[in-house]
């Protein structure tokens, strides 16, 4: 069981660019999430999905797409880079049958200049 | 929209110290999550608490949910340095959705 897998790990774009960050799950998780996380400001979500072919917006979701086109994976797509998208992106997944709490990957650091 | 506060953002404290955060949300949740992050690491989950009034124990950690399904507490008993990290919220609204949305977090240094 590999868990949450996210690619890449690390990620240098340029102001305009367009990049896709990949998740996916090897543990059959129906809700899976996508959070951006800055000094000082937590976890903040940017788009959800609680099934495939199902997804929602989060609490930040301006400047990203989201398709869940499979149960596994669930890519976050950067449409138009801005240096205020210079974060950690953390793809995450949960299930009831895991008591859903949420499982993390080990997260994205994304730089854009 | 839904917020969750969390207090304090940063808290440190001497080995063997007690530890508490709070967290406080602006509306009634279904059910309350504490994640713990260790420096440089990610989110991981620790525990859920879904009843009204609720306690959960995990050895020196205690965790709460209000009466109300507003507030929530963690509370660890004397600190160890395996304990640093940042301690995290979250918080499911009433009404099924699935949208999780955290506090700030606190931050745990230990001092040995």
């Known amino acids: 069981n590999a868990g949450v897998t996210q690619t890449p790990k690390f990620q240098v774009l340029k102001t305009g660019q367009s990049m896709t960050l990949q998740c996916a799950q090897d543990m059959n998780h129906e809700y899976m999430s996508w959070y951006r996380q800055d000094p000082g400001m937590g976890l903040r979500l940017i788009h959800y999905?609680?099934?495939?072919?199902?997804?929602d917006q989060g609490e930040v979701p301006n400047g990203y797409n989201v398709s869940r086109s499979t149960t596994e994976d669930f890519p976050l797509r950067l449409l138009s880079a801005a240096p205020s998208q210079t974060s950690v992106y953390f793809c995450?997944?949960?299930?009831?049958?895991?008591?859903?709490?949420?499982?993390f990957g080990s997260g994205t650091r994304l730089t854009v200049v | 929209g839904q917020q969750v506060m969390q207090i304090p953002q940063y808290q440190h404290v001497q080995e063997g110290e007690d530890f508490t955060t709070y967290c406080n949300s602006s509306t009634t949740l279904s059910n309350i999550q504490w994640y713990k992050q260790r420096p440089g690491g990610h989110p991981v989950f620790l525990i859920q608490l879904v009843k009204s009034g609720e306690v959960k124990k995990q050895k020196r950690l205690t965790f709460q949910f209000g009466e109300a399904k507003k507030n929530s507490s963690l509370h660890i008993t004397a600190t160890q340095t395996t304990d640093v990290g940042t301690y995290f919220c979250a918080g499911l609204t009433q009404g099924g959705s699935e949208k999780l949305v955290f506090g700030k977090g606190t931050k745990l240094t230990v001092n040995p």
């Open positions: 999905s609680v099934g495939a072919g199902i997804t």
């Open positions: 995450a997944s949960s299930s009831p049958s895991s008591g859903y709490g949420y499982t």
